[in-house]
């Protein structure tokens, strides 16, 4: 049988409107095991080969606190230090670990219900690397005379400044910025919500990136209790000020937006996990000095009660919502676009029951939380982020049908390997390539998922056992940029005669 020519094929394909399709799963590099048995993971941090854990206790639980896990020259991570306070107070251990951060040699961990500037109003708590051992230099607290009650519900920290926040103070919440000077953070601002604003849990959730940190204060009422807001804090010659107030369009009763917020120079993102109890991811951009809500990310398919934004993570051109842990769903990792952000894939660590709750993007790279059946412990699982499935080709092609996957180098110069299985022997194909991912459903049942149209088509033949590998270097002048391929393959049991794979996505640098 033979393959339509390329030219009469993508007429065929993009002759149907666009459609939803389903989203495929992107599973993991590798596996980070604990080495005790941990169990729920709060929080997560990274900082190029550190990584750190947080295991905040709802209960009594021997396993509560913070743990370093570290990457070796060899690319496998080890468990290399647990971090301990000698002064936490039973049964909760303060919660420490509820929330964490690292920067180069310094790890700030959270205990909003320690022992700080009066009982149980929380530190946050300052470990230092020093000849090798990661050790507890210094336990912050609220600034002297400044009422506190939940300092360090959430921390951040980037180079010699931390920032704290103590969202149960009255007033609405405070956050507080510290400076690191000989070695030592030193109190420089507390900020609190605009007065009139009626904000909520101001500094429930931070993210520091520079000058500006992204503030969420979920128990506002904008428009509707519980509505949630987010605020943008930014330093100002020497004053730190609020310096936006962002609400949700459409927002409803106890949507609480911020819950969760990750900020990535001008791109704000904010959960609003309880929406409609299916949730929102908002995405916010700064133009022109005004910052505008641009669109609202929702999960394909969602079901209710998945609280889709309880943690969000954003880093370049890669953004990542997750759902709740308690409803069993993956994260959902979207591509930024010309036309904003595109659903790529799902997360998910294969023989897991829930993937998420914590999760960090750092480059290519992702990790996450993830449960595994029954007693065993928590693990985290890590994603390489190079090569990305995008879009079903036909029913079946995440399982049952045509399969492809990619490695290499996709840099110019660099080698890019293709492997395609699980079709019909000695099957002639298709090779399609373009630029950005697309969804061109056809009446077929397949779809072409790359774009712009038509792409290029390369031939290529299946082997005996109806698989091949398709090999070859990056153009040493190609342009940077996205790169989408995917494969058509001539398939005698369908009726159209055509199987197509899922699509692969990588960027040229």
């Given at each position: 049988?033979?393959?339509?020519?390329?030219?009469?094929?993508?007429?065929?394909?993009?002759?149907?409107?666009?459609?939803?399709?389903?989203i495929p799963r992107l599973f993991?590099?590798?596996?980070?095991?604990?080495?005790?048995?941990?169990?729920?993971?709060?929080?997560?941090?990274?900082?190029?080969?550190?990584?750190?854990?947080?295991?905040?206790?709802?209960?009594?639980?021997?396993?509560?606190?913070?743990?370093?896990?570290?990457?070796?020259?060899?690319?496998?991570?080890?468990?290399?230090?647990?971090?301990?306070?000698?002064?936490?107070?039973?049964?909760?251990?303060?919660?420490?670990?509820?929330?964490?951060?690292?920067?180069?040699?310094?790890?700030?961990?959270?205990?909003?219900?320690?022992?700080?500037?009066?009982?149980?109003?929380?530190?946050?708590?300052?470990?230092?690397?020093?000849?090798?051992?990661?050790?507890?230099?210094?336990?912050?607290?609220?600034?002297?005379?400044?009422?506190?009650?939940?300092?360090?519900?959430?921390?951040?920290?980037?180079?010699?400044?931390?920032?704290?926040?103590?969202?149960?103070?009255?007033?609405?919440?405070?956050?507080?910025?510290?400076?690191?000077?000989?070695?030592?953070?030193?109190?420089?601002?507390?900020?609190?919500?605009?007065?009139?604003?009626?904000?909520?849990?101001?500094?429930?959730?931070?993210?520091?990136?520079?000058?500006?940190?992204?503030?969420?204060?979920?128990?506002?009422?904008?428009?509707?209790?519980?509505?949630?807001?987010?605020?943008?804090?930014?330093?100002?010659?020497?004053?730190?000020?609020?310096?936006?107030?962002?609400?949700?369009?459409?927002?409803?009763?106890?949507?609480?937006l911020g819950l969760s917020v990750?900020?990535?120079?001008?791109?704000?993102?904010?959960?609003?996990?309880?929406?409609?109890?299916?949730?929102?991811?908002?995405?916010?951009?700064?133009?022109?000095?005004?910052?505008?809500?641009?669109?609202?990310?929702?999960?394909?398919?969602?079901?209710?009660?998945?609280?889709?934004?309880?943690?969000?993570?954003?880093?370049?051109?890669?953004?990542?919502?997750?759902?709740?842990?308690?409803?069993?769903?993956?994260?959902?990792?979207?591509?930024?676009?010309?036309?904003?952000?595109?659903?790529?894939?799902?997360?998910?660590?294969?023989?897991?029951?829930?993937?998420?709750?914590?999760?960090?993007?750092?480059?290519?790279?992702?990790?996450?939380?993830?449960?595994?059946?029954?007693?065993?412990?928590?693990?985290?699982?890590?994603f390489d982020l190079t090569f990305?499935?995008?879009?079903?080709?036909?029913?079946?092609?995440?399982?049952?049908?045509?399969?492809?996957?990619?490695?290499?180098?996709?840099?110019?110069?660099?080698?890019?390997?293709?492997?395609?299985?699980?079709?019909?022997?000695?099957?002639?194909?298709?090779?399609?390539?373009?630029?950005?991912?697309?969804?061109?459903?056809?009446?077929?049942?397949?779809?072409?998922?790359?774009?712009?149209?038509?792409?290029?088509?390369?031939?290529?033949?299946?082997?005996?056992?109806?698989?091949?590998?398709?090999?070859?270097?990056?153009?040493?002048?190609?342009?940077?940029?996205?790169?989408?391929?995917?494969?058509?393959?001539?398939?005698?049991?369908?009726?159209?005669?055509?199987?197509?794979?899922?699509?692969?996505?990588?960027?040229?640098?």
């Amino acid at each position: 049988m033979l393959l339509r020519s390329a030219a009469v094929l993508v007429g065929l394909l993009v002759s149907i409107p666009a459609s939803a399709q389903n989203i495929p799963r992107l599973f993991e590099s590798a596996k980070i095991l604990p080495a005790d048995g941990l169990d729920g993971i709060s929080d997560l941090a990274r900082d190029d080969e550190v990584l750190v854990l947080g295991l905040a206790a709802l209960g009594p639980h021997p396993d509560a606190g913070a743990y370093v896990v570290e990457r070796g020259a060899g690319g496998t991570w080890s468990f290399t230090a647990e971090l301990v306070a000698g002064d936490l107070p039973a049964p909760f251990n303060g919660f420490f670990g509820l929330c964490v951060a690292v920067d180069d040699d310094v790890i700030v961990v959270g205990a909003h219900g320690a022992d700080g500037a009066g009982p149980s109003q929380g530190a946050a708590y300052v470990f230092e690397r020093v000849s090798g051992t990661w050790t507890l230099v210094q336990k912050v607290v609220a600034p002297g005379g400044a009422p506190s009650v939940s300092f360090g519900r959430d921390v951040d920290l980037e180079g010699a400044r931390l920032v704290v926040g103590d969202p149960d103070v009255a007033g609405g919440g405070v956050i507080h910025v510290f400076e690191r000077t000989a070695g030592t953070f030193v109190h420089r601002a507390s900020v609190s919500p605009p007065a009139g604003s009626g904000a909520q849990w101001f500094g429930y959730a931070l993210d520091l990136d520079g000058d500006r940190i992204a503030v969420g204060a979920p128990g506002t009422p904008v428009g509707a209790a519980g509505a949630g807001a987010v605020f943008v804090v930014e330093k100002q010659l020497a004053n730190w000020n609020v310096a936006a107030s962002l609400a949700m369009s459409g927002a409803p009763s106890f949507s609480q937006l911020g819950l969760s917020v990750a900020l990535d120079g001008d791109v704000l993102v904010a959960g609003a996990p309880y929406k409609d109890l299916q949730g929102r991811a908002v995405v916010y951009e700064r133009s022109g000095g005004t910052w505008l809500e641009t669109q609202q990310l929702t999960r394909a398919g969602a079901g209710t009660s998945e609280f889709f934004g309880e943690d969000v993570a954003i880093d370049g051109d890669f953004l990542v919502v997750n759902g709740a842990a308690s409803a069993k769903v993956d994260p959902e990792l979207f591509l930024r676009l010309p036309g904003g952000w595109f659903e790529l894939c799902r997360i998910h660590a294969q023989g897991s029951v829930a993937t998420g709750r914590a999760v960090v993007l750092d480059g290519s790279s992702l990790l996450t939380g993830a449960y595994l059946p029954g007693n065993d412990p928590a693990i985290v699982a890590e994603f390489d982020l190079t090569f990305l499935p995008h879009g079903t080709g036909c029913p079946g092609s995440n399982t049952f049908g045509p399969r492809m996957k990619a490695s290499g180098d996709p840099s110019p110069n660099g080698d890019v390997t293709l492997s395609i299985w699980n079709g019909t022997s000695n099957a002639p194909g298709l090779l399609l390539v373009g630029n950005e991912p697309g969804v061109h459903p056809n009446a077929s049942g397949c779809t072409l998922l790359v774009s712009p149209l038509p792409p290029v088509a390369l031939p290529f033949s299946l082997g005996p056992v109806g698989s091949t590998v398709l090999s070859g270097p990056i153009p040493p002048n190609a342009p940077p940029g996205l790169v989408t391929t995917q494969a058509l393959l001539a398939d005698p049991l369908k009726a159209s005669g055509l199987s197509a794979t899922t699509a692969i996505v990588f960027e040229i640098p």
